[in-house]
Structures are given as structure tokens and as C-alpha cells.
């Protein structure tokens, strides 16, 4: 008998752990979980709007959901994922992806870091989050996000990014920072091909690759070979 695929968001966070005290919990951790990230999916984008979405979806939440106290508080949202680890959900999020997403041969993944509107804190002078996030152009949904430690960069942050990605087929595209052994090494260890940008600040390997492209221009690339640097 052929088994029914794990694609719902219940198969793959029923096993995430939860830190609460038995007698505190009102709701389902699956329940609080499911509801936020419909929410998100949605465009919630506050704790506020992710208990208004479960309100005004109710009916239909109810449908696969036990709800058994209703929806939880915005305040109840807050502090369950306040708690929970945030590996383990990534995790988990990351084999439900890989689940529902067709991935195609040439799909381009763009790695990029980005600056979390709103999370710079002046007044306790707590620096804005920084992510590095990989993006399925054909797909459309984030494959996967790491944030940047305070006292590293991007650098650091993408290799951990890409040894929890499946790039078997892909293209992947960094910028300049990316530009790195370790990184080239990652994607080609996965089967995967890249575009990184090169600066004229790494002197050597740029001239090398503008002379590479010169001498395919010129020959009108008749014999261009693969170069490894």
C-alpha cells in the first residue's frame, strides 16, 4: 500500500517540544502553531493580527484544528513563541517546505541578507536583526532564514544557511560577501551551480576572471574552458 505523503503542517510540528508548564496550557501547542504561520502565510505581521486571523477564520480553522479553548490571546501567541526553540522550529519548517515545494532543474536560489524593519531597540541599544534568507525564484517562499550573531557578519551566517538547504538542481546567487571558499565549497558539495559577484577588492581572483572573459570574448568563446580558483 503506498503511503500518503507528510505535507500538512500537523505531520511535521506534531514532534516540536513544548516548553510550557502542564497545568498552564489552555491550547495545543499544533493549534497555536498552525494558526500563526496561516496567519503569516496571510500577511499577519503582529501577534494582534495573528489572533484577529484566527478569530475571523474560526469556522474554518475548526475544520482541522481541536481548538479546544478557542483562539489563543495575541498575548498567549507572544509568550508560547517567546519560548519555544527556534532550531527546532526551523527545522521543522524546513521539511514542510521541502514538502509542498516543487523544486526544478536551473531553479535560482538567492541568498541575501537583510535588516528586520522595526527591530532596532535605542532606547535598551540593541542593534536591528540582521537575516540572511534564501529565496526560490520559482517557487516564490523562503526556503530558509539564519540570523546574523551580533558580533559576526553574513559571512558566517550563510554556510549555516546552506547546509540546511536541498540545492541538488539549483542555482544559487550570493553577492560579493558570499564570495568565499567555504561558500563556493557548500553549494558544490550539494550539486548545485552558482553566480557570485566579485569585487576588485579580491585583486587577484578578479583580474583573473576579467582576463578569463576577455580571452572568451576575443575568441569568441570557441575555446573557453572551466576555470576553478
Known sequence: ????????????????EDPRVERTKRHKLIDILSIAICAVICGADSWVAIELYGCTKYEWLKTFLELPNGIPSHDTFA???????????????LNWMKSVQ??????VVAIDGKTLCGSHDKNS??????MVSAWATTNKLVLGQVKVDEKSNEITAIPE???????????????????????VKLITQQNADYVITVKKNQGNLYESVEQLFKLGISTGFQEFKHSTY
Open 125 to 130: 541599544e540593541k542593534n536591528a536583526i540582521q
Open 79 to 93: 509568550r508560547v513563541f517567546a519560548q519555544v526553540n527556534p532550531q527546532q522550529f526551523q527545522e521543522c519548517f
Open 1 to 16: 500500500m503506498k503511503l500518503k505523503p507528510k505535507i500538512t503542517i500537523t505531520d511535521h510540528f506534531a514532534q516540536m
Open 102 to 107: 516543487k523544486i526544478t532543474d536551473g531553479e
Open 161 to 183: 544557511l546552506l547546509k540546511v538547504l536541498e540545492l541538488t538542481g539549483c542555482i544559487v546567487t550570493i553577492d560579493a560577501i558570499g564570495c568565499q571558499k567555504e561558500i
